[in-house]
């Protein structure tokens, strides 16, 4: 068997963010880099993984850094990441994303929708969310344009599936 690691964790979010900042240039600063730590911490490394992700597309597509981090932040501070409903969003955008092409952005996007429901809605609006995005695609005549299609049909439901 092998040993297990009892730093483990620490070791895997100071990896987390050692890659963001040094690696991939992000400018997490010391506040979202705490937040990162402690909200982390309980977490498993897939949930760990899936967060990163997330917060990594937070910079991909605003103005300023301090847009990326504040929408960072703020995907953190939904109430439902801290412990077991994340490893719950894990397996659904999984299981999301065997289904449907998810482009950068789209992982935040879910997140700050999904994370925010219960575990049994989620599964629903995962569920319909593929369904959406795949009638939408099928319906799109350009082969081009299904992706684009399905996204922007999948994406209307889950604005709407939130309120």
């Not at 997330?54 to 991909?60: H, L, M």
């Not at 065997?98 to 629903?124: F, I, N, V, W």
Request: hydrophobic content about 40%; proline content about 5%; aromatic content about 4%.
């Amino acid at each position: 068997m092998p040993a297990v690691d009892p730093a483990g964790p620490a070791r895997d979010i100071d990896t987390i963010i050692e890659v963001m900042t040094q690696q991939v240039g992000r400018p997490l600063g010391d506040e979202l880099i705490g937040l990162m730590r402690e909200t982390m911490r309980p977490m498993s490394r897939q949930a760990r993984a899936d967060l990163a992700a997330a917060i990594d597309d937070c910079f991909e597509r605003v103005e300023s850094e301090q847009a990326g981090r504040h929408q960072a932040t703020e995907l953190m501070r939904e109430p439902v990441t801290q412990g077991e409903a994340l490893g719950s969003f894990s397996e659904a955008l999984e299981w999301i994303t065997a289904r449907c092409s998810l482009e950068t952005g789209d992982t935040s996007y879910l997140a700050k929708h999904l994370m925010l429901m219960s575990q049994p809605a989620m599964a629903s609006a995962a569920e319909r969310y593929v369904a959406t995005w795949q009638a939408a695609a099928e319906g799109e005549p350009a082969l081009h344009r299904r992706a684009n299609a399905g996204r922007r049909a999948a994406n209307a439901f889950l604005r709407g599936a939130d309120q």
